[in-house]
């Protein structure tokens, strides 16, 4: 039979992957469960791993396709695209939630938080120290992402690799001073809404942080190992739109729960 097609569509070949990551989540899930009841992470942390190998090499597979294969054609190319939308699209929702949750209680506070914001007993952070800081990080490395961005689009190699390595340093910074503030910080989770909003809102910001870091980190890799031309380069342009929406996301996390919820 012969592999000649007349369309310009991607049709996957069989893949272990799909029902793989399905049963490992699975695992992750049970191992949260055993975990939060019986106070041993073993499973959980198999699952994460088991994860974690199976994502590497299905976005490995993705890679090749992309590649070296030539499978990634304009109209799958814009599929991914329009995936990529939604999946950002979702994720803001993601943290409504949470800003949802911050003011329902700090704009009205109840009784019980004795009808004052922060409640009484709470001290905050300084929102001129460690988070001011965090943002000048954050929106520089948005400008670095940027500055990659256009030197790919221009073939400029030196240029983009400078700015994709500023970009995944300054991750890497606001992580580990994001660390800091959390084991510095005089409240904990357990400490009324406050530490739960906080901690619920700016702990996720933090992992989409290393989430997105290790993200530009493959890109960086990739692109070191020239996978990216300057009309073919999705993967990075995916990366660069999660990472200014994680800076937008932080501003409003600086302005609300920093600055104004102190």
């Not at 890497?172 to 503030?181: N, S």
Request: hydrophobic fraction near 50%.
């Amino acid at each position: 039979m012969s592999s000649h097609k007349n369309h310009p569509y991607h049709l996957v070949d069989a893949s272990p992957w799909p029902i793989l990551g399905a049963f490992s989540a699975m695992i992750t899930m049970i191992g949260i469960i055993k975990w939060f009841h019986f106070f041993n992470n073993t499973l959980f942390l198999l699952g994460t791993f088991i994860t974690i190998l199976i994502m590497i090499q299905w976005w490995r597979d993705i890679t090749r396709e992309g590649t070296f294969q030539g499978l990634h054609t304009y109209p799958v190319t814009m599929g991914l695209r329009w995936g990529m939308i939604l999946f950002i699209t979702s994720e803001v929702f993601f943290f409504i939630s949470f800003f949802w949750a911050f003011f329902h209680s700090s704009l009205t506070p109840a009784i019980e938080l004795g009808m004052l914001w922060p409640p009484k007993g709470i001290i905050p952070f300084n929102p001129i120290q460690i988070p001011l800081l965090n943002t000048l990080i954050l929106l520089t490395s948005g400008l670095t992402v940027t500055w990659a961005h256009h030197s790919l689009m221009e073939n400029d190699f030196n240029q983009t690799t400078q700015g994709l390595g500023l970009t995944v340093l300054l991750g890497i910074y606001f992580t580990m001073l994001q660390g800091y503030e959390y084991i510095e910080a005089p409240f904990t989770m357990a400490d009324s809404v406050y530490g739960s909003t906080f901690f619920i809102a700016t702990g996720f910001h933090g992992l989409h942080v290393i989430i997105g870091t290790t993200f530009l980190g493959v890109c960086l890799l990739r692109h070191i190992n020239n996978h990216f031309s300057c009309i073919h380069h999705f993967g990075f342009e995916a990366a660069a739109w999660y990472w200014h929406f994680v800076d937008v996301v932080w501003l409003f996390l600086y302005i609300s729960i920093y600055w104004w919820g102190s």
